[in-house]
């Protein structure tokens, strides 16, 4: 049909496959102005000829689509890539480039269209966009500051301020214990009833089960009677315990604890003391179901005791299954089913707080070690380490630790009360004399280093660690570039009346400033006034003071190989004898004439401290001792032999059945860490400290936690890993533990002897196996269980293995005698005796092989061989009780330390 005139199409743009006009114009999308001055500047526009027309996004909606570049004088390529081209069509119609109109117009019917409007877009989605001459924007336009508002700005409310950092999050009624501990519910079985519901344990008669189920329906029966006549006696007479029915009981719980434990933990019967009881509960013949929760409530004890007779190879066989479930649910990673079992079943609360550590469970593990175990330290490192900061400021302000406060008042950004904190510490470290730790905390904690020196200052001359004050106050002036300061105290240090002990010091703190100050104008005057200083004390030393002077003196001066030998011509000159006031006890049976042992040189800490333990790590060695029941530490460089002291701020009550037991736990492969364990029989009277070498004469201790009330012997195989045995209601129980503290395996056997026996159990350990003595007996323990029991003849008074990386051998310790034995052939008829006229003799074994043993009246060295021994060397008469023997790197030396705080060194 053909189209008349009147008829109108609307007009359209459609694509063209191609480009058919120059590009005149350039259109940018979206609405960001920012993105639009971007492009802009990226191209080669001349910006100020640009003129900007921003596009709506429909008729209804004005906000931006985009803008439309348009630049009279543009070039061909404008470099805007992120645009659409535009070309011009008559006077000012722009289209996209690859676009044509629909139907095709001429150029009188565009001019038309264009009307009066300055300008034209068509835009393929929002179609003819008009524009007018005042609609066009320069770049300069959209850079404009909005217009001032005359706006009253005084009526503003201050809101809300956050704190820079959340500091803690608590609740507004805090639960109680109970109720936290109460949240721990686990899905340990799910049947209800009592065991006899259960299926019988294999080759149980059915004909007896059935007539004890009918048993059990009368006993109900009669139980129901005497609730309804108030508990007549004239009924009936109050039940009686059948230990048939018992025993059937216990069977079977061991067979459900080994086919279904989650159900037979249910029923399991707690391995407890029933002291802890008030009077005697009405006795039962059957287990019943019991709450498998781990709640404290449970532990109070006060409830009457229904005990069951047990044999003891059926308790030891129960308690074993129990701490294989243990340990079970510790390797699934349900700790508080662990600790369930541990607290409840076993009555170890000791383990039972570590599960619920080792499950992070910080709050009821806090509470445990503060209620139950009287380990108030550890439970405040648990709340510190829930993130429990407020609850774990509290407990550490109870101990008195301020420097932890401080530390965890720093840690919620509460500066003011962290030096508050800090304060208290520094105060109280300077009132229990340990003057470097105030020091160090007045310098590191609250940046007063003025204040640091003046504290280490105050502790020379008249304080045990006088010498170690003033060399910490040596490199502190170092540090700040103080060397004036320094070069004056040297002179006031040179020119100073001492006394005779402290002689010595002064020459070694001299020596050091020679050695080791940063600045060459001090040791330039250190070295001459260490010669002034010499020479005014050679000629009262006696002769270990004049070896130490003049190795002193050659170590000035290395090179100096006429200095040297001069040295050596004056020590070896004649001397007059001495005369000994000490006449050593006689050694029982010493062979008439053997080889000697060669001295190697000796250290010597305080003769005050009884010392019984010392262990050398890192390049150092360490002894813990006590002085009027306070614990000290001693330690020294094994490159200079030069000792130092402290007090660790810990003392036993008194009075006290014995003297708590030390014990080091050297791991080899831990260098910056010592743990060093205080333990025996009763409360308050163990700690655990980790020492942490700072430098070779500054140390730092930190609460540790394993041993606790009931720990009897400690000890640490090569890989690190930490034995632990508890004593308790005649029970020796063996934990291994980790460096995270995590419970791995524990086992028991039962202990021979009373719990105060002069013998006290002690143990072993190797990388597969532990051996622990308790009394005569032996016992070989490998995959946490008890593998092997060996009896003696005497019982064991200690218990040593050989050094790592050489022949396992085992040597074991009686009132007279020893016997050495090979791991793999533990048997009495293996084991060789050695050192057989020695009471009381101290063994260890040194790196190269060699076992020793010593007492006060001297000592043998023995070669061992694959199954052999034989003597070796002898060692002189000693004037004190030795406590230990040290193995030193070298194969062929050794150590022996002493309780009067010598340490001498041989070589054979």
Same mark, same amino acid.
């Given at each position: 049909?053909?189209?008349?005139?009147?008829?109108?199409?609307?007009?359209?743009?459609?694509?063209?496959?191609?480009?058919?006009?120059?590009?005149?114009?350039?259109?940018?999308?979206?609405?960001?102005?920012?993105?639009?001055?971007?492009?802009?500047?990226?191209?080669?526009?001349?910006?100020?000829?640009?003129?900007?027309?921003?596009?709506?996004?429909?008729?209804?909606?004005?906000s931006p689509l985009g803008v439309l570049v348009v630049c009279d004088e543009a070039a061909p390529t404008s470099g805007i890539t992120r645009s659409i081209p535009y070309g011009r069509i008559g006077k000012s119609i722009f289209v996209p480039v690859d676009a044509e109109l629909f139907p095709p117009v001429s150029a009188s019917e565009l001019e038309e269209l264009q009307g009066f409007q300055d300008l034209l877009v068509f835009h393929p989605r929002v179609g003819l966009v008009a524009f007018e001459s005042n609609d066009a924007l320069r770049i300069a336009d959209l850079l404009q500051p909005p217009e001032r508002r005359h706006v009253e700005w005084g009526l503003a409310q201050p809101g809300v301020k956050f704190a820079s950092r959340l500091q803690s999050i608590v609740a507004e009624m805090p639960p109680s214990a109970n109720e936290l501990l109460e949240q721990g519910r686990e899905d340990i079985g799910d049947r209800q009833g009592e065991l006899d519901q259960l299926p019988p344990a294999p080759g149980e008669s059915r004909v007896r089960e059935s007539a004890e189920q009918s048993g059990g329906f009368l006993k109900r029966l009669m139980d129901?009677?005497?609730?309804?006549?108030?508990?007549?006696?004239?009924?009936?007479?109050?039940?009686?315990?059948?230990?048939?029915?018992?025993?059937?009981?216990?069977?079977?719980?061991?067979?459900?604890?080994?086919?279904?434990?989650?159900?037979?933990?249910?029923?399991?019967?707690?391995?407890?003391?029933?002291?802890?009881?008030?009077?005697?509960?009405?006795?039962?013949?059957?287990?019943?179901?019991?709450?498998?929760?781990?709640?404290l409530s449970g532990l109070r004890g006060g409830g009457g005791s229904n005990a069951w007779t047990i044999d003891h190879a059926s308790f030891m066989q129960i308690q074993q299954r129990y701490r294989e479930l243990a340990a079970r649910e510790m390797n699934l990673g349900k700790y508080r089913? +662990? *600790?369930? #079992?541990?607290?409840?079943? !076993?009555?170890?609360?000791?383990? /039972?707080?570590?599960? &619920?550590? @080792?499950?992070?469970?910080?709050?009821?593990?806090?509470?445990?070690?503060?209620?139950?175990?009287?380990?108030?330290?550890?439970a405040a490192k648990c709340?510190?380490?829930?993130?429990?900061?407020?609850?774990?400021?509290?407990?550490?302000?109870?101990?008195?630790?301020?420097?932890?406060?401080?530390?965890?008042?720093?840690?919620?950004?509460?500066?003011?009360?962290?030096?508050?904190?800090?304060?208290?510490?520094?105060?109280?470290?300077?009132?229990?004399?340990?003057?470097?730790? +105030? *020091?160090? #905390?007045?310098?590191?904690? !609250?940046?007063?280093?003025?204040? /640091?020196?003046?504290? &280490?200052? @105050?502790?020379?001359?008249?304080?045990?660690?006088?010498?170690?004050?003033?060399?910490?106050?040596?490199?502190?002036?170092?540090?700040?570039?103080?060397?004036?300061?320094?070069?004056?105290?040297?002179?006031?240090?040179?020119?100073?009346?001492?006394?005779?002990?402290?002689?010595?010091?002064?020459?070694?703190?001299?020596?050091?400033?020679?050695?080791?100050?940063?600045?060459?104008?001090?040791?330039?005057?250190?070295?001459?006034?260490?010669?002034?200083?010499?020479?005014?004390?050679?000629?009262?030393?006696?002769?270990?003071?004049?070896?130490?002077?003049?190795?002193?003196?050659?170590? &000035?001066?290395?090179?100096?190989?006429?200095?040297?030998?001069?040295?050596?011509?004056?020590?070896?000159?004649?001397?007059?004898?001495?005369?000994?006031?000490?006449?050593?006890?006689?050694?029982?049976?010493?062979?008439?004439?053997?080889?000697?042992?060669?001295?190697?040189?000796?250290?010597?800490?305080?003769y005050d401290v009884e010392w019984s333990q010392f262990v050398?790590?890192?390049?150092?060695?360490?002894?813990?001792?006590f002085r009027d029941r306070e614990l000290v530490l001693g330690f020294a460089s094994m490159s200079t032999l030069k000792a130092d002291l402290r007090k660790l701020n810990w003392r036993y009550p008194s009075p006290v059945h014995q003297t708590p037991r030390l014990a080091f736990l050297a791991d080899p492969h831990a260098p910056d860490s010592l743990p060093l364990h205080v333990f025996g029989y009763g409360r308050e009277r163990f700690a655990n400290l980790n020492i942490k070498p700072d430098a070779a004469a500054m140390v730092r201790v930190e609460p540790l936690p394993?041993?606790?009330?009931?720990?009897?012997?400690?000890?640490?195989?090569?890989?690190?890993?930490?034995?632990?045995?508890?004593?308790?209601?005649?029970?020796?129980?063996?934990?291994?533990?980790?460096?995270?503290?995590?419970?791995?395996?524990?086992?028991?056997?039962?202990?021979?002897?009373?719990?105060?026996?002069?013998?006290?159990?002690?143990?072993?350990?190797?990388?597969?196996?532990?051996?622990?003595?308790?009394?005569?007996?032996?016992?070989?323990?490998?995959?946490?269980?008890?593998?092997?029991?060996?009896?003696?003849?005497r019982p064991i008074h200690s218990i040593c293995g050989s050094t790592p990386f050489s022949l396992a051998r085992v040597a074991i310790a009686f009132d007279q005698g020893a016997q050495i034995f090979w791991p793999g052939s533990l048997s009495r008829k293996d084991a060789v005796p050695f050192a057989s006229d020695m009471e009381n003799p101290v063994l260890g074994f040194s790196a190269g092989g060699h076992a020793i043993a010593v007492n006060r009246g001297g000592g043998e060295v023995f070669q061992v061989g694959a199954r052999d021994i034989e003597h070796h060397a002898t060692l002189p008469a000693f004037a004190a009780d030795p406590v230990a023997i040290l193995a030193l790197p070298e194969p062929n030396r050794f150590g022996v330390a002493f309780k009067d705080g010598e340490v001498r060194f041989f070589e054979v």
């Open positions: 049909m053909p189209i008349s005139e009147n008829t109108q199409l609307p007009l359209t743009a459609r694509f063209a496959g191609r480009a058919v006009r120059k590009a005149a114009a350039w259109f940018i999308p979206g609405d960001d102005i920012a993105v639009w001055l971007t492009e802009i500047a990226r191209s080669d526009l001349d910006q100020a000829r640009v003129k900007l027309r921003v596009l709506p996004s429909g008729v209804q909606d004005r129901g009677l005497r609730r309804m006549f108030g508990g007549s006696e004239r009924l009936m007479a109050p039940p009686k315990a059948d230990e048939s029915l018992r025993n059937r009981e216990l069977r079977r719980l061991l067979h459900l604890l080994a086919e279904n434990p989650d159900e037979g933990l249910k029923y399991a019967l707690p391995l407890e003391n029933p002291s802890a009881h008030r009077g005697q509960a009405e006795p039962s013949n059957v287990l019943g179901e019991r709450d498998t929760n781990f709640n089913r +662990a *600790a369930y #079992i541990f607290a409840h079943l !076993l009555a170890d609360l000791s383990s /039972a707080a570590g599960a &619920l550590k @080792a499950g992070r469970h910080w709050q009821e593990a806090a509470v445990l070690y503060r209620d139950k175990l009287n380990q108030p330290r550890e709340l510190a380490d829930g993130g429990l900061l407020s609850e774990a400021i509290v407990a550490y302000e109870e101990l008195g630790e301020f420097e932890t406060v401080g530390d965890l008042y720093r840690t919620l950004d509460d500066e003011e009360r962290a030096m508050t904190a800090y304060e208290k510490a520094a105060s109280s470290q300077s009132s229990r004399q340990q003057w470097r730790e +105030a *020091a160090r #905390i007045l310098e590191v904690k !609250l940046k007063r280093p003025d204040a /640091a020196l003046q504290t &280490l200052e @105050a502790a020379w001359p008249g304080d045990n660690a006088a010498q170690a004050c003033l060399k910490e106050k040596f490199d502190l002036l170092s540090r700040l570039g103080r060397f004036d300061d320094v070069r004056s105290r040297v002179l006031t240090l040179r020119d100073e009346s001492l006394p005779e002990p402290l002689r010595g010091a002064r020459v070694e703190l001299l020596s050091y400033n020679a050695h080791h100050s940063p600045d060459g104008g001090v040791r330039e005057l250190a070295t001459d006034s260490t010669r002034i200083a010499i020479a005014r004390d050679l000629p009262v030393a006696d002769s270990k003071g004049e070896t130490f002077l003049i190795n002193t003196l050659r170590g &000035l001066a290395h090179g100096d190989a006429l200095l040297g030998r001069d040295a050596e011509r004056f020590l070896r000159r004649p001397r007059k004898p001495s005369v000994s006031m000490s006449v050593p006890s006689k050694r029982v049976g010493a062979p008439p004439t053997r080889k000697q042992a060669n001295p190697q040189g000796f250290i010597a800490l305080a050398i790590h890192s390049g150092c060695l360490f002894a813990a001792g394993n041993a606790g009330e009931f720990t009897v012997a400690l000890t640490v195989a090569p890989g690190g890993l930490i034995w632990v045995a508890d004593l308790k209601y005649k029970l020796l129980t063996i934990h291994c533990v980790n460096r995270e503290q995590q419970c791995l395996l524990s086992t028991s056997v039962e202990h021979q002897g009373d719990p105060i026996d002069f013998c006290q159990p002690c143990m072993h350990a190797r990388p597969d196996q532990l051996y622990i003595a308790d009394g005569p007996l032996l016992h070989e323990i490998r995959d946490g269980k008890l593998c092997q029991t060996t009896t003696f003849e």
